[in-house]
Nanobody
């Protein structure tokens, strides 16, 4: 059974940074691509960063150069370092496999970018 637990969100001022964590169980990172998704209020959930089973990273254009996805295979944890945050990036952030597995969505972690 897969369990994903996101943490690290909070309130941050524009231009600030946050580091999100996703503790996973039931998934072998070396065999699965993982990603961070976000869902702004009233909008759909979209993938923003991914890391392949062999560690190759990809980002959507809007976050490239500001967000960094990484993983610790021994701790089965995926991270998202977010720098230079913008108000429009206020959202609930989730981790999941790529492509996302519907039963695996966790509670997410709220990120609010506001002054």
């Amino acid at each position: 059974q897969v369990q994903l637990v996101e943490s690290g969100g909070g309130l941050v001022q524009p231009g600030g940074s946050l580091r999100l964590s996703c503790a996973a169980s039931g998934i072998i990172f070396s065999r699965n691509a993982m990603g961070w998704y976000r869902q702004p209020p009233g909008k759909q959930r979209d993938l923003v960063a991914g890391i392949s089973s062999d560690g190759i990273t990809n980002y959507v254009e809007s976050v490239r150069g500001r967000f960094t996805i990484s993983r610790d295979i021994r701790k089965n944890t995926v991270f998202l370092q977010m720098d230079s945050l913008k108000p429009e990036e206020t959202a609930v952030y989730y981790c999941n496999q790529i492509p996302a597995a519907l039963p695996n969505w966790g509670q997410g972690t709220q990120v609010t970018v506001s002054s």
